[in-house]
């Protein structure tokens, strides 16, 4: 399984997005297992859209079902054992939606598709981000 991280989701959605890696690109696009996204990531995109730090080319709940379910994606639940296990982490990142959608990779044994470089100094993540 592949987890994308919100910022490389947004980029994903928007194919002709230049901030992901076509080498990045072309792995979530592998056959390499299902593609996933944390269910907070759709949190993140809507603070994210009502600050004005993105604009979507949908409506927010168009976007949401283009961008998941029409793409395809799986949408992984918090469950009681992701949210423990992201409180558990050790305190390297002090984001609460970053620490759930880290916590949502290892549980799930995914790869998880993030340009944040601190993501990857947790135990047990592995992180993708090919140039």
Not at 28 to 37: F, N, Q, R
Not at 44 to 59: D, I, N, S, Y
Not at 88 to 107: E, F, N
Request: hydrophobic fraction near 45%; proline fraction near 7%.
């Amino acid at each position: 399984m592949i987890v994308l991280d919100t910022h490389a989701w947004l980029w994903w959605a928007q194919s002709t997005s230049i901030e992901l890696p076509t080498a990045t690109r072309a792995f979530i696009e592998s056959d390499a297992g299902p593609v996933g996204i944390a269910s907070v990531s759709c949190l993140e995109v809507a603070w994210l859209v009502k600050k004005g730090r993105v604009v979507l080319p949908f409506p927010i709940e168009e976007f949401f079902t283009k961008a998941i379910d029409q793409a395809g994606l799986v949408l992984l639940p918090l469950t009681p054992t992701i949210a423990a296990r992201s409180t558990s982490l050790p305190d390297i990142h002090r984001d609460p939606i970053d620490r759930v959608i880290i916590a949502t990779a290892i549980g799930n044994d995914a790869d998880l598709i993030s340009r944040d470089e601190v993501v990857g100094k947790y135990p047990g993540v592995r992180v993708r981000w090919d140039r």
